[in-house]
């Protein structure tokens, strides 16, 4: 397993002030990941990709998501899915800052033809504060575990997201997954152990964490810690994509 810590770096920093971070690089074919720190006033300008989708997940601060006509006020613990082919800004006032991640993901034939057959689908922006997604449950869960799912199936080819949080004494069950590459990002107060093939390594807040392909693994959290962490799922083919209406059963819409 490969972690890396995401930090906030900008105390002492001048406004317009923008650092970008690469994190767990070359870990996840296809995938680039970027960690945002942002201090205002400033602005980051990303350009349309028809081979590629951006997912921007916000964890701290506060900003201004552009794109085409269309203005939306962004706070902290938000999942954003930016439509296929659209440019965008963020953008932070005066005295504000703005930390977010931004994974990309790039697209094979296969994926541009989903989005061809289903374009009402991807070309609207997916905004939704974390708290507001609908539950799921998971054999591998117990009852008192919160899950939630972020980014469901068919809103990026190849891609899902969600978040557990539960109080210990706790597990997610040993389990593994021959389809997808997955990776583990530390919410508020995280503290857990994960285990993967033998390998124990501690999750805490603003940690990311690849969980490898295949690999059995579980996770475990003590008596007086808590255990909360977005997991992000990358298949390897779009059939793949199955495993998640076979093992999460949704509570809400």
């Known amino acids: 397993m490969k972690s890396d810590l995401l930090l906030k770096q900008l105390k002492g920093k001048q406004p317009g002030t923008l650092i970008k971070d690469i994190v767990l690089e070359h870990e996840i074919q296809d995938v680039f990941i970027d960690y945002f720190s942002i201090k205002g006033e400033r602005k980051t300008e990303e350009p349309a990709h028809t081979g590629a989708m951006d997912i921007l997940l916000t964890v701290g601060g506060a900003g201004t998501l552009e794109t085409g006509n269309l203005k939306y006020k962004i706070n902290s613990n938000t999942i954003i899915r930016i439509p296929y082919n659209k440019s965008y800004t963020i953008k932070v006032d005066a005295n504000r800052e703005l930390f977010f991640i931004r994974l990309q993901k790039l697209l094979d034939e296969k994926d541009i033809q989903v989005i061809k057959n289903k374009s009402s689908d991807y070309s609207e922006l997916f905004f939704k504060p974390l708290a507001n997604c609908p539950t799921y449950t998971e054999d591998i869960k117990s009852e008192k575990t919160i899950n939630r799912m972020i980014l469901p199936e068919g809103l990026v080819p190849r891609l899902a997201m969600g978040s557990v949080e539960t109080e210990g004494p706790d597990e997610v069950s040993e389990h593994e997954h021959p389809m997808l590459d997955q990776i583990f990002f530390g919410l508020e107060g995280c503290r857990c152990k994960c285990f ?58």
């Open 196 to 253: 993967a093939d033998g390998e124990e390594t501690l999750l805490t807040e603003n940690m990311m964490l690849h969980i490898p392909l295949a690999s059995k693994h579980y996770v475990s959290v003590a008596k007086g810690d808590k255990l909360a962490y977005i997991w992000m799922d990358f298949f390897l083919t779009l059939e793949g994509e199955k495993y998640m209406g076979e093992q999460h059963q949704m509570e809400e819409k």
